[in-house]
């Protein structure tokens, strides 16, 4: 009889607590899911973020860390996971939407046993900074029940001794619609044991087939088997030299033609090289790995080898190279679009000569002297803006909803930002016109600049849960000699500070 394991992958424990959240569709974000540290201090699934963020309060220690919720980056997070365990088991699949099933029964023995590989698992698990939850049995549907729902992190339940083992487990252990759970509770019938006193007779004129199936599949008397996930195959290409060379140049026309390769088995499934490996083996078989990353996917065999040949000048090549190989380790889809106005055919018509012109300062400075501003959804202007390298697109998606801002209904321009936004805002001392309840002019390093028209106030705050909390009225001013500035006056200390300029 087969032997299943499933793994729950879950954030690690000792890592940051971190509250996924997502938009509920009425104007507000719920937490969509949280790790352990954060459940225990009361936190779950459904609460408001705000109600979330008021939980968890302020911790110098372990700073909570609040992220957007993307499905599909979670299933390809899963995918990849799956994927990687290929490395325990010749059979893994996907069950659900956060669990990854192994086929075991033939193979635990290489690992000293089912105790034994589970220990190696798990700490495999914990260096890619997730902790798993394991479930040893003979069918699919009881090691997925006990790994989700058991209380120890890795439970082994004995053959034949699936019925035992499920019965003290909730219902939802046996992976049901969210209508026959309901249907469940409304009758008193909270754990499977409680299901399995029924007349069998009965369920399907009750529930449907569903729960009965459920029920046949972890007993073992419905097959279940794994739908095992197929892993890509490497798009490689190789050249293995009859006499070593140390030629740069006969290097050079290698990579040329082996480049030619890639690009034609990528083209009949319309995708593009956005990440590259090359490998130079030398007679010794030590190998010189260049990788190379993109912006943006191509097929512009042009682009890539000046890529490819600004890599190699670089480094010095190794003597008496017997073999050259290069591997696309990411491919992407190219969206056709036809090419703009002075757009060459250099970027292979997939993006714009900007993209040409990144690839080719990563590959002189490296990916991290080559940053970006990237824009955050945060009304405070010192955490509006982020620098990151343009290859990491990690931070697109964090989005901060730790701040309110509100404005004055009467200032409806009251909300633009200046291009230049100063480190650190400067201290100023200013005329205000107490009558009229508005600014006349301000002085910086003892220049005064007399104030024609301003427009504010904009008011900015944040919760007191970031710890050091803002208060502050912003106002966009325009001086006599047609300059304009992004002054603020903070609520508490009612002193003035000059924070940006307008082009």
Request: aromatic share 6%; glycine share 8%; charged share 25%.
């Amino acid at each position: 009889m087969q032997r299943v394991k499933a793994m729950l992958p879950e954030p690690d424990r000792r890592r940051l607590p971190i509250v996924l959240y997502h938009d509920d569709g009425r104007g507000g974000c719920r937490v969509a899911a949280c790790c352990p540290a954060t459940a225990r201090r009361g936190v779950a699934a459904g609460m408001s973020l705000a109600e979330a963020q008021g939980v968890l309060g302020t911790s110098r220690r372990q700073p909570p860390r609040f992220l957007p919720y993307d499905p599909r980056e979670d299933a390809l997070a899963l995918k990849e996971l799956a994927i990687w365990a290929g490395g325990f088991s010749p059979t893994v699949g996907i069950v659900g939407e956060a669990a990854v099933a192994l086929e075991v029964s033939g193979c635990s023995h290489l690992f000293g046993g089912e105790q034994a590989m589970s220990r190696r698992l798990q700490e495999a698990v914990r260096q890619r900074g997730l902790f798993a939850r394991l479930g040893f049995a003979d069918t699919l549907g009881t090691a997925w029940a006990v790994a989700e729902c058991a209380a120890e992190a890795c439970t082994l339940v004995p053959s034949g001794a699936e019925a035992a083992a499920l019965c003290s487990l909730p219902v939802r252990a046996l992976r049901v619609s969210h209508t026959t759970l309901e249907l469940l509770e409304e009758l008193g019938l909270r754990s499977i044991g409680q299901v399995l006193e029924l007349p069998r007779s009965s369920l399907p004129a009750r529930f449907g087939k569903e729960l009965g199936q459920r029920l046949d599949q972890a007993l073992g008397q419905l097959p279940e088997p794994i739908e095992p996930i197929v892993p890509p195959q490497p798009v490689e290409a190789r050249w293995n030299l009859e006499y070593p060379t140390s030629d740069r140049r006969a290097v050079e026309i290698l990579v040329g033609r082996l480049l030619e390769q890639l690009l034609a088995s990528l083209r009949d499934a319309g995708r593009g090289i956005q990440q590259l490996e090359l490998r130079l083996v030398n007679a010794s078989r030590e190998s010189l790995v260049l990788p190379l990353g993109l912006v943006s996917p191509t097929r512009s065999a042009a682009h890539l080898f000046d890529l490819l040949k600004t890599r190699l000048e670089q480094v010095p090549l190794p003597q008496e190279v017997v073999s050259v190989q290069l591997e696309v380790t990411l491919a992407a889809p190219l969206h056709a679009r036809p090419l703009r106005l002075f757009e060459s055919e250099a970027t292979g018509g997939t993006g714009p000569e900007l993209a040409c012109l990144v690839d080719r300062l990563l590959c002189r400075l490296g990916r991290d002297r080559v940053v970006r501003a990237v824009p955050q959804a945060d009304p405070q202007p010192e955490r509006a803006i982020v620098w990151q390298s343009w290859l990491d697109r990690s931070a697109e998606s964090g989005v901060s909803l730790d701040a309110t801002t509100n404005v004055d209904d009467t200032a409806s321009t009251g909300q633009q930002r200046p291009l230049r936004l100063y480190h650190r805002p400067i201290a100023i001392s200013v005329v205000w016109d107490q009558e009229q309840l508005r600014l006349e002019a301000f002085c910086r390093e003892s220049a005064e600049h007399m104030v024609s028209q301003a427009w504010g106030p904009e008011r900015i705050t944040t919760g007191w849960w970031r710890g050091h909390p803002i208060a502050r009225d912003y106002y966009r001013v325009e001086t006599t000699d047609s300059r304009r500035y992004w002054l603020f006056r903070r609520l508490r200390q009612q002193d003035w500070f000059l924070h940006g300029e307008f082009g």
